[in-house]
């Protein structure tokens, strides 16, 4: 599953593999859909009218997914897809293409390595090939777009550029072990399997901040303002100072949680239950 990020203006939206469900008001509008890919990553078009998810683009008003043309071809690969991370301008999206799955009950072929992908740049426009790379990710793979980066987590931290060519980070090394990684305003958020949540500089990999309470799961960030989320649900607000981050309030979403998301000055949890979407009213008291 995964939630939306956006302004006040837009909806909350929960995405599955398969479906999508937005609410206006109390209302709620849900459409199902084929050979999307991964949900995570999407960000809205056309002033909150569309919705890039996955291969494919949700029209709020037409109620329906489209695959979009320049992505067609990854329809037949969507099985091997480890994510997809759409650019905040919608224009461009990264792809994490795994190798091939082979049969257990037979000898892997010579020469195949599980841990082996392909990051695949798409521009919707056409009018360049998408750029490629092969490399090396270990563990869960994950992947996140910024206004020119993308990077890759997993047991290693990888930054590259809108070709695709490894950005050289000249700072501290990348965290390790990263979970979950999501963009907002310049910066990568990054979520540790430890609870550790790092703030990096998206154009040049530097660290801005961290940030670590027990047990968390999710974080985004909005301004100066943290949320974070852990599995027992409870949400974690701190505001970022320098590169000093301090709690500065936290509340119970009630049941069990593993996702987090800010959308206009609403806090929306996925959380165990009969309402598997909650919201409430973020007030913060950060410095914008």
């Known amino acids: 599953m995964a939630l939306v990020a956006g302004p006040a203006s837009a909806p909350v939206v929960a995405l599955h593999r398969k479906n999508a469900t937005w609410w206006t008001g109390t209302t709620a509008t849900e459409i199902t859909f084929e050979d999307a890919g991964p949900v995570q990553g999407s960000v809205w078009v056309d002033a909150g009218k569309r ?30 897809l480890g994510g997809i ?11 994490l293409i795994n190798e091939p799955s082979v049969r257990t009950d037979r000898p892997a072929p010579r ?10 740049i ?24 910024g206004d020119d980066r993308v990077i890759v987590i997993g047991n290693s931290t990888q930054l590259f550029d809108a070709r695709a060519e490894p950005v050289a980070v000249a700072f ?12 907002s305003a310049g910066r990568f958020v990054l979520v540790s399997g430890n609870g550790k949540i790092t703030l990096l500089d998206a154009r040049s990999g530097a660290t801005l901040a961290t940030w670590g309470e027990p ?21 974690h ?28 000055d609403r806090v929306v949890v996925s959380a165990d239950g009969p309402d598997p979407v909650r919201v409430a009213t973020l007030t913060s008291p950060c410095s914008p």
């Open 172 to 183: 501290a090394p990348l965290p390790e072990s990263v979970a979950r990684a999501s963009f």
């Open 237 to 264: 607000v701190g505001c970022v100072a320098g590169k000093v981050v301090s709690a500065v309030a936290q509340a119970s979403a009630g049941s069990v949680a593993d996702i987090v998301q800010v959308v206009g």
């Open 111 to 120: 020469g195949y390595d599980p841990t082996m992908r392909e990051l695949v």
């Open 51 to 80: 919705l890039r998810v996955g291969l494919g683009t949700i029209d709020l008003a037409g109620k329906s997914f489209a695959i979009e043309p320049a992505l067609q071809s990854f329809v037949r690969d969507t099985n091997r």
């Open 85 to 95: 991370a759409w650019f905040p301008d919608g224009t461009r999206v990264a792809l």
């Open 122 to 145: 798409v521009s919707l426009a056409g009018t360049e090939p998408p750029a490629r790379r092969t490399i090396k990710v270990e563990g869960t793979p994950g992947i996140a777009a």
């Open 215 to 235: 047990g968390i799961h999710d974080a985004v960030a909005t301004g100066n303002t943290i949320v974070a989320v852990d599995l027992k649900g409870t949400v």
